[in-house]
């Protein structure tokens, strides 16, 4: 009976890691559709072949490398290799892959769950790079990005490795439930290491110094794809529990899908509000990237406030995401889609409010897991950045450009009817 009932959890939890993963991948979507309805119509075409393109070199570096990296994963790729895993198998695997012996599923359903992961940090990349890099040297990046880059600074939070082994951050008092800092924030640094280098969009800042804001090509598209981002962080926070077939972890998803949707919604009334006191209008746009300000900065801790926390958190998101946006446009650097702003300023306040409402986290800790993250992934992106420059440039031509990346890139466009045989669709 007893091992009856151990086989009936096996199964639920792995089930569970494995609907929560397939929810995760369904991100990828998201990003895609919000991308290509925030860039204007002459780039839509490129933009959703990164996004799917940058999947599938994710899903292929992490299981060459990038897992193993991570969590030391030999012993699940040997496992995927080798077909079925059997429930002593797992047993073994769940003890040895640092999420704890209590954890029971399948190995490849780790693997599955950890890899989509690594995909939505790459996601966040292409938006903010958007209209201006070589569709190439953005896939020659996601290379590095998603087999080397991604799971080292995993193996320092997630993993149980030491930071060249100066120090250990779970030691320190850091905490990263699902992600602010370890994937939202990786993404944004990586990203704006890139920006940096590829410098703006042919007509973004004006000789006097103002900025000429460049609107997106279908904002139904980036309304559609907010949403399917807000049902996929169900899965990004709910799995990050890892498992479902007791009492308590049952609780614990239920509390977690609570506060995720609490803080999306305060992170998007909070920046629609500070928007029409800014403004004098509602902007949709900053609706839409409040909405997933509050989503990354309760990743970092979804499963420890009360609700009404939760919604102050989301708040706090939606009301940093707007003045955020704002200051990187002033500083020049130019993000089509607000992703430095969303992932990396709001992924840096996921981190910093965990220890209000979790007594184990210390500020410090988080302080010293953020710089981290941040320095390694800032630093060793703007190398592989900067190697890719010399070696092949970053930008298409200002012929290109103003053409649109679509049929620079790929050859055909999104909306050719609208846009023309020429990409002059603005």
């Known amino acids: 009976m007893?091992?009856?009932i151990f086989e009936l959890q096996y199964a639920m939890d792995t089930f569970y890691f494995l609907v929560m993963g397939a929810l995760v991948m369904w991100m990828a979507a998201g990003f895609a559709m919000l991308e290509a309805g925030l860039v204007r119509s002459k780039n839509t075409?490129?933009?959703?072949?990164?996004?799917?393109?940058?999947f599938a070199v994710a899903s292929i570096m992490y299981m060459v490398c990038g897992y193993a990296i991570m969590y030391d994963g030999g012993y699940l790729l040997a496992g995927i290799a080798g077909g079925e895993t059997l429930v002593e198998d797992a047993l073994k695997a769940s003890a040895e892959n640092g999420f704890g012996g209590d954890s029971v599923y399948a190995a490849g359903s780790d693997f599955f769950f950890q890899v989509v992961f690594v995909a939505t940090a790459m996601s966040i990349v292409s938006g903010a790079v958007a209209e201006r890099m070589k569709l190439w040297v953005f896939l020659l990046f996601a290379v590095v990005m998603t087999g080397f880059i991604y799971p080292m600074e995993?193996?320092?939070?997630?993993?149980?490795?030491?930071?060249?082994?100066?120090?250990?951050?779970?030691?320190?008092?850091?905490?990263?439930?699902?992600?602010?800092?370890?994937v939202h924030m990786a993404g944004a640094a990586a990203a704006l290491a890139g920006v940096l280098l590829l410098g703006a969009r042919k007509g973004k800042y004006r000789a006097d110094g103002s900025v000429n804001p460049i609107p997106g090509s279908n904002l139904p598209l980036a309304t559609l794809g907010t949403f399917i981002l807000w049902m996929g962080w169900f899965?990004?926070?709910?799995?990050?529990?890892?498992?479902?077939?007791?009492?308590?972890?049952?609780?614990?998803?239920?509390?977690?899908?609570?506060?995720?949707?609490?803080?999306?919604?305060?992170?998007?009334m909070a920046a629609l509000i500070v928007a029409r006191m800014l403004f004098g209008k509602a902007d949709l746009t900053m609706l839409l990237n409040g909405a997933l300000a509050g989503l990354?900065?309760?990743?970092?801790?979804?499963?420890?406030?009360?609700?009404a926390f939760a919604t102050l958190i989301g708040v706090a998101g939606g009301v940093l995401v707007v003045f955020s946006i704002l200051a990187v446009d002033k500083l020049k650097i130019d993000d089509p889609v607000g992703a430095?702003?969303?992932?990396?300023?709001?992924?840096?306040?996921?981190?910093?409010?965990?220890?209000?409402?979790?007594?184990?986290?210390?500020?410090?800790?988080?302080?010293?897991?953020?710089?981290t993250i941040f320095t390694w992934v800032?630093?060793?992106?703007?190398?592989?950045?900067?190697?890719?420059?010399?070696?092949?440039?970053?930008?298409?031509?200002?012929e290109e450009e103003y053409e649109g990346v679509d049929l620079a890139?790929?050859?055909?466009?999104?909306?050719?009817?609208?846009?023309?045989?020429?990409?002059?669709?603005?």
């Open 45 to 54: 075409t490129e933009i959703l072949t990164k996004n799917v393109a940058l």
């Open 378 to 398: 800032f630093v060793v992106s703007l190398v592989v950045w900067m190697i890719l420059k010399l070696i092949m440039g970053l930008r298409v031509s200002e």
């Open 2 to 4: 007893e091992n009856q």
């Open 296 to 307: 990354v900065a309760i990743t970092a801790g979804p499963d420890t406030p009360t609700a």
């Open 235 to 268: 899965g990004f926070n709910g799995g990050s529990v890892l498992k479902l077939g007791d009492i308590a972890n049952a609780n614990a998803v239920a509390v977690v899908f609570l506060n995720t949707n609490a803080a999306a919604a305060g992170g998007a």
């Open 409 to 426: 890139e790929c050859g055909m466009e999104a909306y050719p009817e609208f846009t023309g045989s020429h990409g002059s669709g603005k």
């Open 340 to 371: 430095i702003s969303v992932h990396g300023t709001c992924g840096f306040l996921g981190l910093m409010v965990v220890p209000m409402s979790n007594s184990d986290v210390t500020f410090s800790g988080q302080l010293i897991g953020a710089a």
């Open 154 to 182: 995993g193996s320092w939070t997630w993993g149980s490795a030491s930071v060249f082994g100066l120090y250990t951050l779970g030691d320190l008092g850091f905490s990263d439930f699902a992600g602010s800092g370890i």
